[in-house]
């Protein structure tokens, strides 16, 4: 099967811009999704179709999808932003239909 | 209110059995198709399982093949995960999670499984 790679961490000082990203060759025929998952709560998801933002998610994020690589950019990043960030996709083989990435957690100094 | 609550977590010996339950309220159950996905302590979203909006077809990761069986019930607004010979590492928090505009739109708050001696 495919898998998803995404940096470990990042920080961004407040009010800053911090981008995310995640490759594989799966995001080469599917369009990757991002998820926030705060300490302690469950995953939500702040982005899909390479970059549709569910309504409530502030428009400070933003996404974007080329080749085999899927970004999750924070303009202004709040503090609320600290989380770990997951993106994930359908996946090429027929036999596991969806992978994730190991996740990225974002730091916000 | 939109919204999946599991339950049935807990903690069980290694080789046991759970059944884990998960009832959506707030939208059309019956339409989407449903997912469990699974997070051990400190680690990473792993996919678990999912099942089609009329059962007509389940995955399973390879991990839990052959262990763990998905299944719904659409009258009654919900989604179960029999989990047989449990291991250690099937330890998590697990979660439920439609699928309505988009793969795992919507989450519920997740149930924790602890399987130790």
């Known amino acids: 099967s495919s898998e998803l790679t995404q940096d470990p961490a990042v920080s961004v000082a407040l009010g800053q811009t911090v981008r995310i990203t995640c490759q594989g060759d799966s995001l080469r025929s599917y369009s990757a999704t991002w998820y926030q998952q705060r300490p302690g709560q469950a995953p939500v998801i702040v982005m899909y179709?390479?970059?549709k933002r569910p309504s409530g998610i502030p428009d400070r994020f933003s996404g974007f999808g080329s080749g085999n690589t899927a970004s999750l950019t924070i303009t202004g990043a709040q503090a609320e932003d600290e989380a770990d960030y997951y993106c994930n996709s359908r996946d090429n083989s027929a036999k596991i239909p969806y992978i994730f990435g190991p996740g990225t957690k974002v730091t916000v100094l | 209110e939109v919204q999946l609550v599991e339950s049935g977590g807990g903690l069980v010996k290694p080789g046991g059995s759970l059944r884990l339950s998960c009832v959506a309220s707030?939208?059309?159950?019956?339409?989407?198709?449903m997912n469990w996905i699974r997070q051990a302590p400190g680690k990473g979203l792993e996919w678990v399982s999912s099942?089609?909006?009329?059962?007509?077809?389940?995955f399973y990761a390879d991990s839990v093949r052959g262990r763990f069986t998905v299944s719904r019930d659409n009258a009654k607004n919900s989604l179960y995960l029999q989990m047989n010979s449990l291991r250690v590492d099937d330890t998590a928090v697990y979660y439920c999670?439609?699928?309505?505009?988009?793969?795992?739109?919507?989450w519920g708050q997740g149930t924790v499984v602890t399987v130790s001696s």
């Open positions: 707030g939208f059309t159950f019956s339409a989407q198709a």
């Open positions: 099942i089609t909006r009329d059962s007509d077809y389940k």
């Open positions: 179709g390479k970059k």
């Open positions: 999670a439609s699928s309505g505009t988009v793969d795992f739109d919507l």
